[in-house]
């Protein structure tokens, strides 16, 4: 195991109970807050769920960590989710 950078794929530590956990609080309609120290794995588990979502699902991952002023959250989030659905399917 390693700690560092975002790890995805044969390098990922599995955690079904945090996994499942997850994916019932989204199911739930909840919004969800991952509050751990540095280093232990919250954007990998992310990445696995953004990678590997439930059929039904499309996850969208938005790092806002440098955004200061709502409006600009508001506009990454647009330009992440919205932007890239219509941009592969143009005629809805």
Same mark, same amino acid.
């Given at each position: 195991?390693?700690?560092?950078?975002?790890?995805t794929?044969?390098?990922?530590?599995?955690?079904?109970?945090?996994?499942?956990?997850?994916w019932?609080?989204?199911?739930?309609?909840?919004?969800?807050?991952?509050?751990?120290?540095?280093?232990?794995g919250?954007? +990998?588990?992310?990445?696995?769920? =953004?990678?590997?979502? *439930? /059929?039904?699902?499309?996850? $969208?991952?938005?790092?806002? &960590?440098?955004?200061?002023? +709502?409006r600009?959250?508001?506009? =990454?989030?647009?330009? *992440? /989710?919205?932007?890239?659905? $219509?941009?592969?399917?143009? &005629?809805?």
């Amino acid at each position: 195991m390693s700690t560092g950078n975002i790890v995805t794929g044969d390098n990922y530590f599995p955690r079904p109970a945090d996994e499942k956990k997850l994916w019932r609080h989204l199911s739930d309609g909840a919004h969800v807050l991952l509050l751990a120290p540095r280093r232990v794995g919250k954007s +990998s588990l992310i990445t696995h769920i =953004k990678d590997q979502p *439930k /059929s039904g699902y499309a996850v $969208i991952y938005v790092l806002c &960590k440098l955004v200061i002023m +709502s409006r600009a959250f508001i506009k =990454k989030c647009y330009v *992440k /989710s919205i932007v890239p659905t $219509i941009l592969k399917n143009p &005629k809805r």
